[in-house]
Every structure is written in C-alpha cells, then in structure tokens.
T-cell receptor, first 114, second 112 residues
Framework: GAVVSQHPSWVICKSGTSVKIECRSL??????MFWYRQFPKQSLMLMAT?????????EQGVEKDKFLINHASLTLSTLTVTSAHPEDSSFYIC??????????FGPGTRLTVL | AQSVTQLGSHVSVSEGALVLLRCNYS??????LFWYVQYPNQGLQLLLK??????LVKGINGFEAEFKKSETSFHLTKPSAHMSDAAEYFC??????????FGAGTRLTVKP
C-alpha cells in the first residue's frame, strides 16, 4: 500500500518551454501533497505544499508563477515548470500524505532543460 | 523551526560490519523523526519513523534507530552491513506530519 507514482520519470525540454509533472497516489487519497527539488548530491528542498481544492503554499524563495501547482483531486497533483531554463534542471520529487499518516514519496522526475 | 544535522557526508564500512549513521535534531516541540533511503535516480523509501511511541524503532531491512531526547539524537544502526545497503540515507524531522525538513544526507559505501 501507499504507492505514489510520478510521470514522466524523466524529461528533456528546450529552454522557454513548459513542462508538466504529475504526481499520483495510487492506492490512497492524499489530502496533502508536497513537491521537493533535489540538486545532484544534495538533500531535498521543500518547494511547496498543496492541499486538495486550495492554493498551494510555497516556501520562501520559490517563484509561484514559475512553478505552478494544481491539486485537482485527492489522488493527483501537478507541477508545471513554466518557461523552463537550464537552471531549472533538477530532480523533482513529490510526496503524498494520507490523512493522519506520514508522507510517501514518488520515484522522482529528472528534468533537463537544454 | 525544526532542523536535522547529519554528521558525516560519507560513511564507508566493510560488508558484515556495524553501520552507524548519525543524526541530531533541533526542535522546540516533540518531533517526528524519520530515516529514508535513496538509491540512484530513485525516490525516497521510508526505513523507519519515530512518532513518540517506543524510543527504539525497528525498520525495514534490519535497520533500527533510537530516539534519545537528552542527546537530541536519532542515530540509525544496522548490526551487519550488506552490499545492497549502499545508498544515500536521509534523516528528516517534522512537527506534526507536514513541514518535513531533511538533513544533507549520508552516502553509505559498503566494501566487500
């Protein structure tokens, strides 16, 4: 139980384009989902927290207009990187939290912006 | 705000030897503490978690961790390392179940 998937697992895009990453909880309903970013050989940095049906809460320093988060249902959250630039290249990991339980992490999405 | 510090960015042990990965936390309220493992190009897998129940927490793959309030520590141990244990390990702290903060990570290398 408590499986979280991400799609795509990797994506390469040109600078200036937008990329959407999906995060799904496969066997539970997630009232809260989280998006993290991980640079090579570094730890995870929380980008934003999203609750189903409400606006995401972004961490300090994260541009909400660049990283659009939509938590449209209890099993799906999407992160859209708008007008991507090479410095946005990173490993993006989502997690989902069932009610009153810990976070379960997705396998991650590697974004490379050329 | 809560935080964790992992002592040692890289730990190397021989196969069959004791594994000890150190984590100290800072929190103004009783925390939840976690250990996660990450294999290359993969997400995080939960090894174990402390949520104010027993101070000695047993996890998967033979790992365990002990919550020591007096030392503000939550070190991860395994009696006998296996080659498959080689990975990156992250300690994390949260107050409640949101707002999880991760340590910098410790890379474990297991020598044959």
């Amino acid at each position: 139980g408590a499986v979280v998937s991400q799609h795509p697992s990797w994506v390469i895009c040109k600078s200036g384009t937008s990329v959407k990453i999906e995060c799904r909880s496969l066997d539970f309903q997630a009232t809260t989902m989280f998006w993290y970013r991980q640079f090579p050989k570094q730890s995870l940095m929380l980008m934003a927290t999203s609750n189903e049906g409400s606006k995401a809460t972004y961490e300090q320093g994260v541009e909400k207009d660049k990283f659009l988060i939509n938590h449209a249902s209890l099993t799906l959250s999407t992160l859209t990187v708008t007008s991507a630039h090479p410095e946005d290249s990173s490993f993006y990991i989502c997690s989902a939290r069932p009610r009153q339980d810990t976070q379960y992490f997705g396998p991650g999405t590697r974004l490379t912006v050329l | 705000a809560q935080s964790v510090t992992q002592l040692g960015s890289h730990v190397s042990v021989s196969e069959g030897a004791l594994v000890l990965l150190r984590c100290n936390y800072s929190s103004s309220v009783p925390p939840y503490l976690f250990w996660y493992v990450q294999y290359p190009n993969q997400g995080l897998q939960l090894l174990l978690k402390y949520t104010s129940a027993a101070t000695l927490v047993k996890g998967i793959n033979g790992f365990e961790a002990e919550f020591k309030k007096s030392e503000t520590s939550f070190h991860l141990t395994k009696p006998s390392a296996h080659m498959s244990d080689a990975a990156e390990y992250f300690c994390a702290v949260s107050v409640g179940l949101n707002d999880m903060r991760f340590g910098a990570g410790t890379r474990l290398t297991v020598k044959p």
